[in-house]
T-cell receptor, first 116, second 116 residues
Framework: AQKVTQAQTEISVVEKEDVTLDCVYE???????LFWYKQPPSGELVFLIR??????QNEISGRYSWNFQKSTSSFNFTITASQVVDSAVYFC?????????????FGTGTRLKVLA | ETGVTQSPTHLIKTRGQQVTLRCSSQ?????VSWYQQALGQGPQFIFQ???????GRGNFPPRFSGLQFPNYSSELNVNALELDDSALYLC???????????????FGSGTQLSVL
């Protein structure tokens, strides 16, 4: 069965610190996509990054970077030089397709608090 | 371009009642998905609509039903409300049709439903 685990329930950091959010996934599919979304207090989930199962190259986009390792089924997300506005709940998600329908399997989220 | 909008933002119902939640998809998007997010949990897939037809369903009972209209807006209906239905209901729209694993979802801010 598809599953996404975010073991960190809540993390608190001081502004300008780097923070890494962990994500471990389970899937039997050979083709899949992984996502990170941010949910601020307003409620809507905001897309951050996306990575497919065939591309393990890690990248940096502004203050965001990610580390995808298929060998350990992990897709960790790092925010560099955190800011108070980064405070939100962060969700890791796995995209699966069954019977022609694609859907996301979300983790339980990690609440990030960035203190000034 | 307008984003995904949901109404109402908050709703209070009593057990046994029926509720209708509404969603307007982002301009240019023809697929709508609904997710239920219980407190402290990640969103759970309810169902998806593409071209006015249900295109896939998660592990939710038949009393959860939906519609999609020609303008791609959508409704989620829940009959015989139960206390456990209390949650944030999120609507997400996307461009693609079916089976697009890499499809990025655009979420609304959700409807917070409380069942007393």
């Amino acid at each position: 069965a598809q599953k996404v685990t975010q073991a960190q329930t809540e993390i608190s950091v001081v502004e300008k610190e780097d923070v890494t959010l962990d994500c471990v996934y389970e899937t039997r599919d050979t083709t899949y996509y992984l996502f990170w979304y941010k949910q601020p207090p307003s409620g809507e989930l905001v897309f951050l990054i996306r990575r497919n199962s065939f591309d393990e190259q890690n990248e940096i986009s502004g203050r965001y970077s990610w580390n995808f390792q298929k060998s350990t089924s992990s897709f960790n997300f790092t925010i560099t030089a955190s800011q108070v506005v980064d405070s939100a709940v962060y969700f890791c998600a796995l995209s699966e397709s069954s019977s022609g329908t694609y859907k996301y399997i979300f983790g339980t989220g990690t609440r990030l608090k960035v203190l000034a | 371009e307008t984003g995904v909008t949901q109404s109402p933002t908050h709703l209070i119902k009593t057990r046994g009642q029926q509720v209708t939640l509404r969603c307007s998809s982002q301009s240019g998007h023809n697929t709508v998905s609904w997710y239920q997010q219980a407190l402290g949990q990640g969103p759970q897939f309810i169902f998806q609509y593409y071209r006015e037809e249900e295109n896939g369903r998660g592990n939710f009972p038949p009393r959860f039903s939906g519609l999609q209209f020609p303008n791609y807006s959508s409704e989620l209906n829940v009959n015989a409300l139960e206390l456990d239905d209390s949650a944030l209901y999120l609507c997400a729209s996307s461009r693609g049709g079916t089976g697009e694993l890499n499809e990025k979802l655009f979420f609304g801010s959700g409807t917070q439903l409380s069942v007393l």
